[in-house]
T-cell receptor
Framework: AQSVTQLGSHVSVSEGALVLLRCNYS??????LFWYVQYPNQGLQLLLK??????LVKGINGFEAEFKKSETSFHLTKPSAHMSDAAEYFC???????????FGKGTHLIIQP | KAGVTQTPRYLIKTRGQQVTLSCSPI?????VSWYQQTPGQGLQFLFE???????NKGNFPGRFSGRQFSNSRSEMNVSTLELGDSALYLC?????????????FGSGTRLTVV
């Protein structure tokens, strides 16, 4: 069965600092991987997705993620944090034919001024 | 281009009642999926509809059901409500089947069961 582990329920960084949100997955087949962001009282917005093409995936708002099969990881990074990045971030995995997306528990990103 | 529209935004129901939530996908999207979000369990997949057919169903009791109409609009129904059904219910649409194209989510319906 597929699963996702997000390390750190809360991550705090200073404005302008590197953002690193960790995601490890478990899947019996080559996975499709996603990062979503959720702002308060809103639905989820797709940041980026990995679908077995390039292992370094660039998304919106300056975020990118690298698929590392050997480490079963798909960590999300952004070189310089902005106050507007404060939100909840979810990593998710999907297998072909599986029942929808399996989400991690989420990481709350806090940006310190 | 209009996004995914969910109605109502907020709902308060009494235990034992039933409720129907509505979702209008992005124009041209044929797949609609539903997710439940709670503080304890996080985001959990309920079911997916594509071309009016349920493709997949998550691990929820039969009290949770849904349907999709010919215009791709979808409804989900929860019967005999329990306190534990209080959650944010999110609808997501995509162009093709499954999540591979990337979902577009609505803002959700927050259901409170008292």
């Amino acid at each position: 069965a597929q699963s996702v582990t997000q390390l750190g329920s809360h991550v705090s960084v200073s404005e302008g600092a590197l953002v690193l949100l960790r995601c490890n997955y478990s899947s019996s087949v080559p996975p499709y991987l996603f990062w979503y962001v959720q702002y308060p009282n809103q639905g989820l917005q797709l940041l980026l997705k990995y679908t077995s093409a390039a292992t370094l995936v660039k998304g919106i708002n300056g975020f990118e993620a690298e698929f590392k099969k050997s480490e079963t990881s798909f960590h999300l990074t952004k070189p310089s944090a902005h106050m507007s990045d404060a939100a909840e971030y979810f990593c998710a995995v999907s297998e072909l034919g599986a029942d929808g997306l399996t989400f991690g528990k989420g990481t709350h990103l806090i940006i310190q001024p | 281009k209009a996004g995914v529209t969910q109605t109502p935004r907020y709902l308060i129901k009494t235990r034992g009642q039933q409720v129907t939530l509505s979702c209008s996908p992005i124009s041209g999207h044929r797949s609609v999926s539903w997710y439940q979000q709670t503080p304890g369990q996080g985001l959990q997949f309920l079911f997916e509809y594509f071309s009016e057919t349920q493709r997949n169903k998550g691990n929820f009791p039969g009290r949770f059901s849904g349907r999709q109409f010919s215009n791709s609009r979808s409804e989900m129904n929860v019967s005999t409500l329990e306190l534990g059904d209080s959650a944010l219910y999110l609808c997501a649409s995509s162009l093709g089947q499954g999540a591979f194209d990337g979902y577009t989510f609505g803002s959700g319906t927050r259901l409170t069961v008292v």
